[in-house]
């Protein structure tokens, strides 16, 4: 028995494929947003590159980039369909393929939903990407004279500005590396002899942070250097009082940026999900109401349109039975190939 089983007339006939028309075109003005919303993201990490790990967290744009693309090359094949399907002559020509062109947009539908839920999940992986990013960038701050890491000093000074943080997890990530270059420190200094060979990796390693991590909004002249040491500055207490540096790490503050834009479009790519698993039940009724004609010369006849032509354990095991033929044919194949190559090697 078929399942949600619907009558049509000529007239709802007509109705369901202007309107599957209309929603189509939507669609594809959908598609052009989600293709952009991919692009945006994938500008927006390129800005970034330098401070992640690797090339992982392009998955989520290259697919939004994808599905956007996909989207709206079915849905402009899918209206003009509709738009054929008021004429009998130009309905002919599409009627072959319309099974298949279904189990594809079905298939698409999965997608599109992966690709929303993609948006929601790859969190962690930003994550980790992020504190492997940010700690060797940090690393490379000093490295003003080496080729290919002469740009990360800029990077990093602007990064702390624009989102208003310091370090990877805080300000005291740098207490723990050298971030400031060996032309420009003064090796006759007792100071500068006395540090280096107190660390065991011969580092200079200083309780001070760039000019980056500075808050402009502090009424206190910046403290940058010596954040620990309370009689280096009048009328100061660096474990009670507040410091006028950025609090958050970069790392907190980059992932809550990238993850809010990620959000708002999966958000979005689930709206367009739900707008094309509609239109693909749309389109079923009207495949079937149309293939249900009983007279072709007869268009004001009604018919019946339904969602699936069985019930639906009856219609999972009618697809499993075929997948087994299919491997059951493909085995047959195998064995006549190999049957005849043995009398050439005979």
Known sequence: MALLKVKFDQKKRVKLAQGLWLMNWLSVLAGVVIFSLGLFLKIELRKRSEVMNNSESHFVPNSLIGVG???????????????DALDPAKYAKWKPWLKSYL????????????????????????????AHGLKNGMKYYRDT????????KKTIDMLQIEFKCCGNNGF??????????????????????DRIKSNVDGRYLVDGVPFSCCNPSSPRPCIQYQLTNNSAHYSYDHQTEELNLWVHGCRAALLGYYSSLMNSMGAFTLLVWLFEVTITVGLRYLHTALEGVSNPEDPECESEGWLLEKSVPETWKAFLESLKKLGKSNQVDAQGADAGQAPEAG
């Open 172 to 193: 005291r990530d740098w207490f723990e590396i050298q971030w400031i270059s060996n032309r420009y420190l003064d090796f006759s200094s007792k100071e500068v002899k």
């Open 69 to 83: 693309v996909l989207s709206c090359v079915f849905n402009s094949l899918a209206g003009k369909i509709c738009y």
């Open 103 to 130: 189990a594809v947009c079905v298939l698409f539908n999965i997608v599109l939903l992966l690709v929303a839920l993609c948006c929601f999940l790859l969190r962690g992986s930003l994550e980790s990407t992020l």
């Open 145 to 152: 004279d080496t080729p290919g890491r002469c740009f990360m």
